[in-house]
């Protein structure tokens, strides 16, 4: 199992990305421990820093672990001529479950990544790996970078340390600063097939093969959505629900009780995820301040600050939680709107939701073309909004009457 196995469709990247870490490992290995990696990569296929784009789905975070996880390949089957990146070695096994000590994976599950958070990483960044090869840092959502963290991290990009590599991941060029794109090797990725998305589900997930099918074109393709789809009951009974609400928009008592429920399962969702974590974070964080954990007990002075920045990253966890699920309700309305217009079109293309053709072709035969675009129209614009923090009800609320009266 090579590192890039996980990698589905992305066979150029993957490519470019082995010819990289080959001249990565001659850099590392041919100049030997005592010469500078920085000054022979102007003219190599390797680079300081790296800019992975894709829509989402595409695997970009998956590629930009899978060559940290090759730069960081130790196996001797390089001597023999053999690509790093082989999977089994002690250097790609740590890097791809996230336990080796040159590679530092930044995700978030916060609204941004502030300046505090860039200024850490950047100063790791100025270490030398403790293996003696490259010092890697991979941030899958570089583009919740916000600008004074932008600026932060722009000062590294601009003056790399020696055998220190970058791996950003956003969804297009635009979510990043221009100056920081400039000084990256982009990398764009693209939605990868359906049939090849449940042929890892089935290869990798053990998930029936019909299952798999079903979840992989219920998703266009997008990798983790298509897992959670076909493992994850909740989230197979919160799409039904969303495919159901095309057909309850009929009057505004209808547009509005749909609203609401939408706003309501997203807030489902962040209680779920605030149950499942915030406990165990609160008791953790009481523990180490001096307090018995589970007793509710006095905290020692002056660690009330710790206390109340956790209940803050606790809310802010909680805002985004509910922002994803909605987003996701929103594109799985998107999907069902665009296979009405293929209906209506007499498109050829294959349909996302199968599962719910007769609501497709009653709401296809019932509306014009014309309409349906408004009505896609209308969910794109809600996204917009709530990216603009509109209060969420009043832009889903505005959503489906739009829908009504599209």
Same mark, same amino acid.
């Given at each position: ?10 066979? /150029?990247?993957? *490519? ?17 421990? %005592? *010469? ?28 930009? /672990? ?12 390089? %001597? ?9 070695? =002690? ?21 941004? !990544? ?8 950047? $100063?790791? *960044? ?15 959502? *570089? ?36 100056? !920081? ?14 049939? #090849? ?9 053990? !998930?029936?093969?019909?299952?798999? %099918?079903?979840?992989? $074109? ?7 959505? %298509?897992? /959670? ?35 309501? #399962? ?11 974590? =915030? ?37 802010? /966890? ?10 996701? &309700? ?22 996302? @939701? ?7 072709? $009653? ?10 675009? $408004?009505? !896609? ?11 603009? @923090? ?7 609320? &505005? ?8």
């Amino acid at each position: 199992m090579a590192v890039w196995d996980d990698l589905v469709g992305q066979d /150029r990247v993957a *490519a470019q990305l082995t010819a990289a870490a080959r001249d990565a490992d001659a850099l590392v290995t041919a100049a030997g421990e %005592a *010469a500078s990696a920085e000054e022979p990569m102007a003219s190599s296929k390797m680079t300081h820093a790296w800019l992975f784009t894709g829509p989402p789905g595409s695997g970009r975070a998956t590629a930009a /672990r899978a060559f940290a996880a090759a730069l960081q390949c130790v196996s001797p089957d390089r %001597a023999l001529g053999g690509a790093p990146g082989c999977g089994f070695c =002690d250097g790609c096994h740590t890097a791809l479950v996230g336990t080796h000590a040159d590679v530092e994976v930044v995700r978030t599950d916060m609204l941004t !990544i502030g300046v505090k958070e860039t200024r850490e990483l950047v $100063r790791r *960044a100025q270490l030398s790996p403790a293996g003696g090869r490259w010092q890697v840092i991979v941030m899958e959502d *570089a583009d919740r970078l916000t600008e004074g963290a932008g600026n932060v991290l722009l000062k590294a990009v601009e003056e790399p340390a020696p055998r220190t590599v970058w791996l950003l991941c956003t969804p297009s060029l635009e979510d990043v600063l221009p100056t !920081i794109r400039s000084r990256c090797r982009l990398l764009t990725l693209r939605t990868p097939p359906v049939e #090849a998305v449940a042929d890892l589900l089935v290869r990798r997930d053990g !998930i029936d093969p019909e299952r798999a %099918a079903s979840a992989a $074109r219920a998703t266009q393709g997008h990798i983790d959505r %298509a897992r /959670r789809l076909a493992t994850d009951d909740r989230a197979r009974a919160r799409r039904a629900a969303v495919l159901k609400l095309p057909l309850r928009v009929d009057d505004v008592g209808g547009c509005l009780k749909a609203a609401q429920e939408l706003i309501d #399962a997203a807030a489902e969702d962040a209680k779920q995820v605030a149950e499942e974590v =915030d406990v165990k974070e609160t008791e953790e964080l009481r523990a180490a301040l001096g307090a018995a954990a589970g007793t509710g007990g006095r905290l020692p002075r002056g660690t009330a600050g710790a206390m109340k920045d956790l209940q803050d990253r606790q809310k802010r /966890r909680a805002t985004r939680t509910q922002r994803d699920t909605l987003d996701l &309700a929103l594109t799985d309305l998107i999907a069902f709107y665009r296979d009405v217009l293929a209906l209506q079109l007499g498109s050829q293309v294959a349909l996302a @939701n199968t599962d719910v053709r007769d609501a497709l072709e $009653r709401i296809a035969s019932g509306s014009k073309p014309e309409r349906t675009l $408004r009505r !896609i129209e209308a969910i794109t614009a809600c996204r917009q909004a709530l990216d603009s @923090n509109v209060a969420p009800l009043l832009a889903v609320e &505005a959503m489906t009457m739009a829908l009504r009266a599209g």
